[in-house]
Structure formats: structure tokens, C-alpha cells
């Protein structure tokens, strides 16, 4: 089945600076990856998503790119701001009638001030 | 539009009794999944419910199981409680779009003494 590796699994950066996340996959049928923040007491939020079609995606301060010929993709969070300190999990997904997400192991991201 | 719903928010059981959790998806969306959230195991896929089909399955014993209403809700059971189900117990739900994406509810606390 598809196994998927996140890192790092903490990771600290000044207020305004860039945070990268990381993650690689192992089933090349994987077509849809998603990232998701979950806040404490939440449930994970949908933050952004790349289909395999797509090399990289862009939502004002968040990016997110792919390379499926290595089968990683990454989380790019740029001018960070406190209320981005979270922990953020990648999920890979099959196509369409098996749509179950396999997780990463989840990043903590803390924003110092 | 109002987002998934999950209730209750929070169960304290113990060993050998069973329980019952409840997930209302988004409106108009058909298909429920559910996923246990520990601390050692991250996040795992348990279920999938399409039109009151159980469509997908992930690797959880038998006492885990689920159904799935005309109105989409869903239920997820779990028998004879051990105290490793303790965990946060987290509800999906997807449109019909082949789009793939997935928004989660607050989760249902499970604790088991």
C-alpha cells in the first residue's frame, strides 16, 4: 500500500521567515495530495492540495509544489506569522473509488515572535 | 454551508463496553470516511461509506465497523473497547466531484479505562 514520509517533524522559524515541509510517497498511481493544518482541539483543515497533473500551486503565502518523477512534493508557508504555528500533516490519495488519504507523521511548526 | 459535525465531542468508556459514534457530512456530500488519530499511529484510515456502501476498508479489526444512512450520516461502532482505542475519532466527507478533496469534522474524543 502507499506509504508516506513527512519531515521534519518539528520545525521553528522566525516571525516573517519561510517554513518548508517536505514529503515523499511511494505508490506512483497516487494522483492527489493534500495538506492539512490541525490547530489544537481541531480537526485537520484543508490548507491546500496538487493534483498529479499540476507541478505547483499557489494561495497567497502558501505554496505547494510536486515532482512526481521523484514522488515528493513539498509545503512552502512564506512571511509566517504566529497563527501559522500548528501542526501541518501531507496525505497522498488514489484515484477516484479509492480516495482513502495515507498521512504523513505530521510537522509541528511553531512562528517565534 | 455548514461544515461536518460530529457527535459527541468527548466519551469516556471502559474496557469491554462498546460505543457509538456519529458523523452528519456536509450537505450534499455522499461519501463518509472515517480515521483514528493517535499519538503513536498519526493518522489511519478505518472506513469509507458511499450511498450506504461501505466502498473501502483499511487494516482495523472487526470490531470496528460502520453504516451509513439514506441522509448520508454516519455511524461508526466500536465493540468490546480496548484500552488502545483510545484516540481521536475523525469523520470526512466528499463531494461526488471527482475532486478528491476531503473536509473533516472536530473529531470525537474517545477515552477508554
Known amino acids: 500500500g502507499e506509504n508516506v514520509e513527512q519531515h521534519p517533524s518539528t520545525l521553528s522559524v522566525q516571525e516573517g521567515d519561510s517554513a518548508v515541509i517536505k514529503c515523499t510517497y511511494s505508490?506512483?498511481?497516487?494522483?492527489?495530495f493534500p495538506w492539512y493544518k490541525q490547530e489544537l482541539g481541531k480537526g485537520p483543515q484543508l490548507i491546500i492540495d496538487?493534483?498529479?497533473?499540476?507541478g505547483e500551486k499557489k494561495d497567497q503565502r502558501i505554496a505547494v509544489t510536486l515532482n512526481k518523477t521523484a514522488k515528493h512534493f513539498s509545503l512552502h508557508i512564506t512571511e509566517t506569522q504566529p497563527e501559522d504555528s500548528a501542526v501541518y500533516f501531507c496525505a497522498a490519495s488514489l484515484p477516484w473509488g479509492n480516495e482513502k488519504l495515507t498521512f504523513g507523521t505530521g510537522t509541528r511548526l511553531t512562528i517565534i515572535p | 454551508k455548514a461544515g461536518v459535525t460530529q457527535t459527541p465531542r468527548y466519551l469516556i468508556k471502559t474496557r469491554g463496553q462498546q460505543v457509538t459514534l456519529s458523523c452528519s457530512p456536509i450537505s450534499g456530500h455522499r461519501s463518509v470516511s472515517w480515521y483514528q488519530q493517535t499519538p503513536g499511529q498519526g493518522l489511519q484510515f478505518l472506513f469509507e461509506y458511499f450511498s450506504e456502501t461501505q466502498r473501502n476498508k483499511g487494516n482495523f479489526p472487526g470490531r470496528f465497523s460502520g453504516r451509513q444512512f439514506s441522509n448520508s450520516r454516519s455511524e461508526m461502532n466500536v465493540s468490546t473497547l480496548e484500552l488502545g482505542d483510545s484516540a481521536l475519532y475523525l469523520c470526512?466527507?466528499?463531494?461526488?466531484?471527482?475532486?478528491?478533496?476531503?473536509?473533516f469534522g472536530p473529531g470525537t474524543r474517545l477515552t477508554v479505562l
Open positions: 505508490d506512483s498511481a497516487s494522483n492527489y
Open positions: 470526512a466527507s466528499r463531494s461526488d466531484r471527482v475532486d478528491n478533496e476531503q473536509f
Open positions: 496538487i493534483r498529479s497533473n499540476v
